[in-house]
């Protein structure tokens, strides 16, 4: 019997189906570098057909399989074990279609999220939702992951701008989901709204149809500083309270300030601030300048140490670099970087970094923060060394008390970026046995061999053998957490 | 025989003790949209009727499922607050029938409003999906499938739900003064705008074609909006359903705003009809064979239609659904509820 490699290979040929272990280090992990895994293979497919060839194949040979698109996510979703065969989305980069009248796109899954925009843009159109990773990641990652961005406060998260998709279900069927004339029809379930955000488990998008969104007459952008993080918090605040609608609430703190201003992502930020909120308030030019004076008024009112309004483009630009880089700039500060994603009640910020700075400097940990302020949702980022077993170690831990403060604060452990393998063992500390059993029930529907990307999201006998996958230390770790009293 | 539980826990202990098969109801305003209950006891969530909590600096909010939608928006219009998306009845009528939609494209619906639930499957199984907080991505999404369930996959008992403050200025107005392309040209390039009318719809009725809404945001937005469209001001008035007829029957659907001109054109003589912003249509037909060629032509447009009104066996009918989502709709009711009690 020929291997399921030769007949992939006899599929799609040899220069897309890639088998050494050379090739393979590129697939070895996502933006969450702590769980490292070689897949068996990586495939190259280019159109639903193939897709669906390839899934078909996979299934029969009871071989596990995992969606990838950029692998910019930062929970390990797309990292596939060492029996799984990577199908990687990237080469279906085609726009397919655009209704310049009914505001929609249909794409290819690996068409990365700003070159949508810039297809369209041209029509004063853009894709609005905008995670800091939209140069490189792809509107299949975004659907599977419900990305989100700093513009979602306004726009909302991917959801809310999926219309439909055709989906390579897990035993190579197909299913249309949604469409053009709604996402659900009247007579139909919502299957779009729960397939947005299964990461990966549910099977393979290959068409997605998204709304556009008419760019807005006019943007300001407001830069202000501050002397504390609380003053920051509540002026966001007392933005949200005024009712003002802001399309970016996002806030830096200092430690982040410091890192981009030494990086070639420097922004001119103030390096002394306690916290920087940036404020991005889109709409007609005369409604703006009222809504701008509101804001300045409001940073006044909680003693804004300075106030920048982008007077151009190429300011806005500037103004947002830090933060767009504000990960990359991170990065820097040690090999490895830990982004977590955290959400609390809006009204609960303050309590939860100081929280947070507690835990950090409990466990000894480098620990930064930078976040969309208006939804809650917060990003520490501890920066270690991930060939230092005993840092890791450290930083798995502080991540993890991190997430349960979020959760006790009455929020998610997961505002974004999903469960993937990182929060697998978290997830419990949302949800009930009986609510992951549910979960459980409705993901078998989709999936019910197991074979579409196992081991995320769900807690389960595989999913530990999944968290073993992760470097001895880590698995240490969460070993003599479980078996804590 | 109708069942109505005090409260969540009398609720599941009424669904753990095994009735047989239920038909849930909110306040029943809208079940004569689904086929014959038969031999089902009506299960009424009327008396579930606390607002648990409105946390208005965060903009959320959790409530029982038969909170009338009328007592929610008096509690939130005083703090300033509204959920923005039209439909009546209770919340949990709302929420499970989904059959108005969004009130402008691309706007706030009840399925970008839901933030998460506690339910109960038909055996009182209680379990908890999403979070009350406005952005969560942890584990899959199964209160989303609550959202045009009608009741028939679990019972939602809590909703969290997800709130907007109330803008500074509003206007409604009307155009009834044109014909019905140029009803439809018009109601298609509101649609296309950075700042769409918070709710319109396309009318047509025996007098004529006309368009309505509401203009939200600063005063300087709804005036600009109002001179460019030459949108007259006009009292407030928002029709979520076609009045069902005596005879005959009425379809429900889902099309794209530049189909509003082609729904128009397919609209028998004298059938009334309404198409929301978002894009959810309905109209009335005289009969069983209009609506079927109705159907037919939807279809070939690229809509999505079904019976919401008619002889019993008739609703639901609709425009075919893809095989591979109906397989996967039958899969879903059988896993949460396996002994199909929930009807
Ligand atoms: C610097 C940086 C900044 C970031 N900022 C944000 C942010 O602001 N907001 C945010 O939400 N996220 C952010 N992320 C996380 C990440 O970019 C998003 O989760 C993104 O959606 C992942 O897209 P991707 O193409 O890289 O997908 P991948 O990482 O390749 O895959 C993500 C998941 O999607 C599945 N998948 C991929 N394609 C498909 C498909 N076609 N069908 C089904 N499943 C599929 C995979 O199996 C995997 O589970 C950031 C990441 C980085 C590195």
């Given amino acids: 019997m020929p291997s399921p490699e030769a007949l992939l290979t006899r599929e799609l040929g040899p220069d897309r189906v890639l088998t050494s272990p050379d090739a393979l280090l590129a697939w070895e992990c996502d933006g969450f570098t702590v769980h490292r895994s070689r897949p068996r293979a990586v495939v190259l497919p280019e159109t639903t057909a193939e897709v669906q060839r390839i899934v078909t194949l996979l299934h029969g040979e009871r071989v596990p399989f995992v969606p990838r698109g950029a692998g910019t996510c930062l929970s390990g979703g797309p990292t596939a074990g060492p029996d799984a065969v990577v199908i990687d989305l990237a080469r279906m980069r085609k726009v397919l279609q655009v209704s310049l009248v009914d505001l929609f796109a249909v794409v290819q899954?690996?068409?990365?999220?700003?070159?949508?925009t810039s297809a369209v843009a041209a029509h004063g159109l853009h894709y609005a939702p905008d995670p800091s990773s939209q140069s490189v990641c792809t509107i299949g990652g975004n659907l599977a992951e419900n990305a989100g961005g700093p513009h979602c406060f306004k726009y909302g998260m991917t959801r809310e701008?999926?219309?439909?998709?055709?989906?390579?279900?897990?035993?190579g069927s197909l299913a249309r989901l949604g469409g053009p004339a709604g996402a659900r029809a009247p007579h139909e379930l919502d299957l779009i709204g729960l397939f947005c955000g299964s990461e990966g488990t549910f099977g393979i998008a290959t068409e997605i149809t998204v709304r556009l969104c008419r760019d807005q007459q006019s943007i300001r952008t407001l830069l202000a500083a501050f002397a504390s993080m609380r003053d920051a918090c509540r002026a966001v605040s007392d933005i949200v309270a005024a009712g003002l609608v802001p399309a970016a609430l996002e806030i830096l703190d200092q430690a982040t300030i410091?890192?981009?201003?030494?990086?070639?992502?420097?922004?001119?930020?103030?390096?002394?601030a306690a916290a920087v909120l940036l404020v991005e308030l889109d709409g007609a030019a005369d409604v703006l300048a009222e809504e701008a004076e509101e804001v300045r008024a409001i940073f006044a009112?909680?003693?804004?140490?300075?106030?920048?309004?982008?007077?151009?483009?190429?300011?806005?630009?500037?103004?947002?670099?830090?933060?767009?880089?504000?990960?990359?700039?991170?990065?820097?500060?040690?090999?490895?970087?830990?982004v977590l994603d955290g959400v609390v009640p809006r009204t609960?910020?303050?309590?939860?970094?100081?929280?947070?700075?507690?835990?950090?400097?409990?466990?000894?940990?480098?620990?930064?923060?930078v976040f969309h302020a208006g939804d809650g949702n917060l990003h520490p980022n501890i920066s270690f060394d991930g060939r230092d077993p005993e840092q890791t170690?450290?930083?798995?831990?502080?991540?993890?008390?991190?997430?349960?403060?979020?959760?006790?604060?009455?929020?998610?452990?997961?505002?974004?970026?999903?469960?993937g393998s990182e929060k697998i063992d978290h997830i419990a500390m949302m949800y009930s046995p009986t609510d992951l059993e549910v979960m459980a029930r409705v993901r078998a529907v989709f999936n019910p061999d197991g074979l579409c990307n196992p081991g995320k999201v769900l807690p389960n006998r595989s999913a530990c053998a999944e968290v073993a996958k992760w470097p001895q230390m880590t698995a240490r770790v969460l070993d003599a957490e479980a078996g804590r009293p | 025989m109708s069942l109505a539980p005090a409260n969540v826990d009398e609720l599941g202990e009424l669904l753990r003790t095994r009735p047989g098969r239920l038909r849930l109801c909110g306040g029943g305003s809208r079940q004569q949209r689904l086929p014959p209950r038969g031999d089902a006891l009506e299960l009424c969530c009327r008396r579930l009727d606390r607002i648990e909590r409105i946390d208005a600096p965060d903009q959320t909010c959790t409530v029982e499922v038969g909170v009338p939608r009328a007592a929610l928006d008096e509690a939130l219009h005083r703090l300033g607050l509204e959920l923005p998306c039209p439909g009546g009845g209770t919340l949990g009528g709302l929420f499970a029938a989904d059959d108005v939609g969004a009130a402008s494209w691309g706007g706030p619906s009840p399925r970008t409003l839901l933030l998460g639930l506690d339910g109960l499957l038909a055996d009182g199984t209680a379990f908890r999906s999403g979070a009350r907080v406005v952005k969560s991505v942890a584990g899959f999404d199964v209160h989303k499938l609550l959202v045009g369930s009608a009741g028939r996959l679990f019972v939602a008992a809590?909703?969290?739900?997800?709130?907007?403050?109330?803008?500074?200025?509003?206007?409604?107005?009307?155009?009834?003064?044109?014909?019905?392309?140029?009803?439809?040209?018009?109601?298609?390039?509101?649609?296309?705008?950075?700042?769409?009318?918070?709710?319109?719809?396309?009318?047509?009725?025996?007098?004529?074609?006309?368009l309505r809404g509401r203009l939200a945001g600063r005063a300087s937005t709804v005036r600009a909006a109002q001179q460019a469209f030459a949108l007259r001001e006009a009292a407030a008035d928002w029709l979520d359903h076609v009045a069902a007829p005596t005879a005959g029957e009425c379809l429900?659907?889902?099309?794209?705003?530049?189909?509003?001109?082609?729904?128009?054109?397919?609209?028998?003589?004298?059938?009334?009809?309404?198409?929301?912003?978002?894009?959810?249509?309905?109209?009335?037909?005289?009969?069983?064979?209009?609506?079927?060629?109705?159907?037919?032509r939807l279809h070939a447009l690229g809509a999505t239609a079904c019976i919401v009104h008619g002889a019993p066996a008739r609703r639901g009918l609709g425009t075919p659904t893809d095989p591979g989502a109906a397989r996967l709709a039958q899969g879903l009711a059988r896993a949460l509820d396996p002994h199909g009690l929930l009807v």
């Fill in chain 1, 393 to 419: 170690a450290r930083t798995i831990q502080a991540g993890r008390e991190i997430l349960q403060l979020c959760v006790d604060l009455g929020g998610s452990v997961s505002g974004e970026h999903g469960i």
């Fill in chain 1, 348 to 369: 609960r910020l303050e309590q939860a970094l100081d929280g947070i700075a507690a835990i950090g400097a409990r466990h000894g940990v480098l620990l930064t923060n």
């Fill in chain 1, 258 to 272: 410091r890192a981009v201003e030494a990086s070639v992502y420097r922004a001119g930020y103030p390096a002394d």
């Fill in chain 2, 252 to 296: 429900a659907g889902g099309a794209r705003p530049s189909q509003a001109a082609d729904l128009l054109a397919l609209l028998p003589p004298g059938s009334d009809f309404v198409m929301h912003g978002g894009g959810r249509f309905e109209l009335d037909t005289d009969g069983p064979a209009t609506s079927d060629q109705l159907l037919h």
């Fill in chain 1, 109 to 116: 899954p690996g068409v990365v999220n700003l070159d949508l």
């Fill in chain 1, 161 to 171: 701008h999926v219309l439909g998709a055709l989906v390579v279900l897990p035993d």
């Fill in chain 2, 158 to 210: 809590r909703l969290h739900l997800r709130l907007k403050p109330r803008p500074r200025a509003e206007a409604w107005f009307r155009r009834d003064d044109l014909d019905g392309p140029a009803a439809a040209a018009l109601f298609t390039t509101l649609c296309q705008q950075a700042i769409p009318p918070a709710a319109m719809q396309l009318r047509r009725t025996p007098r004529g074609v006309e």
């Fill in chain 1, 301 to 338: 009112g909680h003693g804004a140490l300075r106030v920048e309004q982008a007077q151009d483009a190429s300011e806005r630009k500037r103004l947002w670099k830090g933060r767009k880089g504000a990960f990359g700039a991170m990065g820097r500060l040690n090999t490895d970087l830990y």
